[in-house]
């Protein structure tokens, strides 16, 4: 079992920044690729960002590319999603999630969810 917590959502400007982290706990973080996901209301969950387990490869929503930037510190058992030149349309609530093998945008994929961290972008 893996247990992923993610924290730094919030409220922000349009424009603005700001950095999710997800911890992981329970089995070495370095053996999972991660993965970002966001849903906002009334809307299917989404892809957001995928990493592989080494972080050598990373991989973006065509909506976010640009902007957003997925790391990882396998030695801390983190996570991180920086988003940057937020937009309102980035509202949503975030969840970073976990799979053996490699990086999938695919949520079906994935085998351990964290509980979401809302973000909200104001205009």
């Known amino acids: 079992q893996v247990q992923l917590v993610e924290s730094g959502g919030g409220l922000v400007q349009a424009g603005g920044s700001l950095t999710l982290s997800c911890a992981a706990s329970g089995r070495p973080f370095s053996n999972y690729a991660m993965g970002w996901f966001r849903q906002a209301p009334g809307k299917e969950r989404e892809f957001v960002a995928a990493i592989s387990r080494s972080g050598g490869n990373t991989y973006y929503a065509n909506s976010v590319k640009g902007r957003f930037t997925i790391s990882r510190d396998n030695a801390k058992n983190t996570g991180y999603l920086q988003m940057d030149m937020l937009k309102p349309e980035d509202k949503a609530v975030y969840y970073c999630?976990?799979?053996?093998?490699?990086?999938?945008?695919?949520?079906?994929?994935?085998?351990?969810w964290g509980q979401g961290t809302q973000v909200t972008v104001s205009s």
């Open positions: 999630a976990v799979k053996t093998s490699g990086s999938s945008a695919y949520s079906y994929e994935y085998d351990y």
